[in-house]
């Protein structure tokens, strides 16, 4: 179980339930390619700032459930204003993000603020994330709408805290 630690800066302590190293799996999938299972970790951290740090590392699965390749990465922070979470968000495929959303107790609901795309970038224009504390693991799950479809599901998964 998570302890609230007294360096957690008191405005982000809504959020302090993400501090930690996760792992776990989940579905991807779109219209546009084939749905996998991947492996995920997700590292949240704090330095006694007003912000938390955050970045997760996806890797697609084979059916056995081993490593079949490196699949997608973010790097970001998570800020509270006025009892809403922000979540700025950078990918190495070209996209810049920024989320916003009321947050409760165990959860976190996003959508996107603004999408900003490199010209060599896939065409994306929004998204939306639930993030969940649910019997001590971190549940997420992503829409999206991209390359010409409209907001759907993207993507879903289930960590647990690891030390």
């Known amino acids: 179980m998570f302890i609230l ?4 800066h008191e405005d982000i302590r809504p959020l ?6 996760w792992e776990g799996a989940g579905v991807v999938g779109y219209p546009t390619m084939t749905s996998r299972n991947f492996g995920q970790e997700i590292v949240v951290e704090h330095d006694g700032r007003p912000f938390l740090r955050w970045q997760a590392r996806s890797w697609l699965l084979n059916e056995d459930g081993s490593l ?5 990465t973010e ?4 800020r509270v204003a006025d009892g ?3 979540l700025l968000l950078t990918h190495p495929t ?7 959303g009321p947050v ?3 959860r976190i609901s996003l959508r996107t603020d603004g999408v900003l ?3 060599h970038a896939k065409e994306y224009s929004a998204a939306t994330r639930l993030y969940g504390l649910v019997n001590s693991r971190l549940m997420w799950a992503m829409d999206m709408a991209a390359v010409g479809q409209p907001l759907q599901s993207h993507a879903s998964a289930e960590l647990q805290r690891v030390e």
Request: proline share 6%; hydrophobic share 40%.
């Open 84 to 86: 809403e979470a922000e």
């Open 104 to 106: 409760e107790p165990g």
């Open 117 to 119: 795309r490199s010209a």
């Open 94 to 100: 070209g996209i810049l993000e920024l989320y916003f």
């Open 16 to 21: 302090a339930w993400l501090i930690g190293r």
């Open 75 to 78: 790097m970001g922070f998570w």
């Open 5 to 8: 630690d007294e360096t957690v």
């Open 68 to 72: 079949d390749r490196p699949s997608s």
